[in-house]
């Protein structure tokens, strides 16, 4: 897993993993349909979040927030689920923007849409941005505006941060 430290470095990160194209599209028409809650939508901190879920998020207006820990900007150009289960440790593409640590997830990628998912924070929080989304990096600053309340247990690791493997013998 890696750790970015520096903003710059993020961008780089998630300007490069998006390119990558690592993200799900909902593919239905009508904001939230097909939407489910996740597990742990009624976790209090999703409840927190919920009352903060900004009027306008990647120039995309919020156009539906009915069910427990969604939010969904746009015709599902962003999909918010707050309450996901808890990422593994993995070796998917790591960023910390503003202090969040974002995990783009490589395996849930289809028809240009990226999937990110917070590691390190309980409840996790997962957003799916389609393609019609310009400024992603843009979102990703104002979602982790959103979650940075949610309590940290853990962060991403740079390769540096692990230390080499002790030898036998």
Partial sequence: MVRVSRARTAV???AGALTAGVLVSCGTDS???????APHAGNAACEKIADRYPDRLGGQELTFSDRPGVA???SNA???RCGV???APTTDPCANVDGVNWVFREDSSEDGAKTVVTYGRDPAVEAVISDEVVAVDD???ELSTLVKPVKTYTQCLNLDDVPPPSPSG
């Fill in 12 to 14: 780089v990160l998630v």
């Fill in 85 to 87: 289960e808890l990422p």
């Fill in 72 to 74: 969904v900007w746009g």
């Fill in 139 to 141: 979102v990703l600053v």
């Fill in 78 to 80: 962003i999909v918010l």
């Fill in 31 to 37: 904001p939230g349909d097909g939407v489910t809650s």
